[in-house]
């Protein structure tokens, strides 16, 4: 069974800085493109960054130099800076990954449960 876990959330105030991570456990041949979302109530979800297995990256708009994403091929894990961090930035991020599967060769979009990111002014 493949699984997300992400961990790095909480309340910062603005200005602040925060780190998110998500790692990708189980049955993993290899990983495709790794990216965050996130969903504030009442709101659509929205694409935050993605990078691809060759480590091309894409952001929106509304987070572009502030935020940064990588990853760490050998850990199954990416991760998402946050810097400079603002009111508007209060969500909960979701981080996905896509995964071939071992044996089957199955290729699956997976999502982690998310994370609370709190931004205070």
């Known amino acids: 069974q493949v699984q997300l876990v992400e961990s790095g959330g909480g309340l910062v105030q603005a200005g602040g800085s925060l780190r998110l991570s998500c790692a990708a456990t189980g049955s993993i041949f290899s990983i495709g493109a790794m990216g965050w979302h996130r969903q504030a109530p009442g709101k659509q979800r929205e694409l935050v960054a993605d990078?691809?297995?060759?480590?091309?990256?894409k952001y929106g708009d509304s987070v572009k130099g502030r935020f940064t994403i990588s990853r760490d091929n050998a850990k199954n894990t990416t991760y998402l800076q946050m810097n400079s961090l603002k009111p508007e930035d209060t969500s909960v991020y979701y981080c996905?990954?896509?995964?071939?599967?071992?044996?089957?060769?199955?290729?699956?979009?997976?999502w982690g449960q998310g994370t609370q990111v709190t931004v205070s002014s």
């Open positions: 996905n990954a896509t995964i071939v599967m071992r044996v089957s060769f199955t290729r699956m979009d997976y």
């Open positions: 990078i691809t297995s060759g480590g091309n990256t």
